[in-house]
């Protein structure tokens, strides 16, 4: 019988780095899926520091491949002449299952991938990507007023109490 205290919990393991706070006012996540980053050195020292933009950065298919496009790590300041150049495409690990699935679904429709998350799980830097439809202005004024709705709420529970 294994020992219980060697299995390390899934939710212990993650370590999020950022997230992509506009994507949820911007679109509307249809499905997720995790996937892997290939990376240089000074990227990963630059990731454990928390230094990472992910606004306007999307995931883009090419052929048989999946690009993570226009995410910005900014230089890690001890590599010096063994730096990363900060804005350019990083491929993403995914099955080929994955990639027709949601290469796909993407074309099919006019969807997007999107970024949502970035964060170590294992040690290894992960990915969290989103199958977006964009929203249009009506339906974000519309959830602005449901959160403003639920945050009067919220108040006045708290003043009864």
């Known amino acids: 019988m294994p020992n219980k205290s060697s299995k390390k919990s899934a939710a212990g393991n993650d370590r999020v780095v950022t997230q992509n706070r506009k994507a949820s006012h911007n679109f509307t996540v249809l499905d997720t899926l995790e996937c892997g980053m290939v990376l240089v050195g000074s990227e990963v020292k630059s990731l454990r520091n928390g230094k990472i933009s992910l606004e306007e950065s999307y995931a883009r298919v090419r052929g048989d491949e999946v690009w993570l496009i ?15 150049v900060p804005k350019r495409p990083r491929k993403l690990l995914l099955h080929r299952r994955e990639i027709k699935r949601f290469a796909g679904l993407a074309a099919q429709k006019g969807l ?35 959160a403003q709705t639920q945050r009067d709420l919220r108040q006045q529970m708290a003043k009864r109490r």
């Open 70 to 84: 226009g995410c910005d790590i900014p230089e890690y300041t001890e590599a010096n002449r063994y730096n990363h």
């Open 112 to 146: 997007t991938l999107v970024p949502l998350k970035i964060y170590f799980k294992e040690g290894r830097a992960k990915v969290l990507l989103g199958l977006c439809k964009g929203k249009q202005l009506h339906d974000k004024r519309e959830a602005m007023k449901k």
